[in-house]
């Protein structure tokens, strides 16, 4: 079995910063993509944040220059760094990994999310 972990939402002013977490465990032989991606009430959800295993980033135009994603590979952990934070930015979020497992399959698993609430 594989779980994804969310953790690091909660409620912050309105400028202020959060670091979410999301770490993988269970039977993993390697993750290739770790994404972030977010849902406000009532709508879609909505592509955040990418890093591959090599690096490399892509993010929504919404969140670029203020959100940094990285990742821990040692410890199959991917963060999202989120700075100047608004009222915008209220959602669940939610990672997902797209994965090698142990039966030699390539899978994606998503987390069961975290609240991040903005308000002043």
């Known amino acids: 079995q594989v779980q994804l972990v969310e953790s690091g939402g909660g409620l912050v002013q309105p400028g202020g910063s959060l670091r979410l977490s999301c770490a993988a465990s269970?039977?993993?032989?390697?993750?290739?993509?770790m994404d972030w991606y977010r849902q406000a009430p009532g709508k879609e959800r909505d592509f955040v944040a990418r890093?591959?295993?090599?690096?490399?980033?892509n993010y929504a135009e919404s969140v670029k220059g203020r959100f940094t994603i990285s990742r821990d590979n040692a410890k199959d952990t991917v963060y999202l760094q989120m700075n100047s934070l608004k009222f915008e930015d209220t959602a669940v979020y939610y990672c997902?990994?797209?994965?090698?497992?142990?039966?030699?399959?390539?899978?994606?698993?998503w987390g069961q999310g975290t609240l991040v609430t903005v308000s002043s």
């Open positions: 997902n990994a797209h994965m090698l497992t142990l039966n030699q399959k390539y899978l994606d698993f």
């Open positions: 269970g039977s993993i032989f390697s993750i290739n993509n």
């Open positions: 890093i591959t295993r090599g690096g490399t980033t």
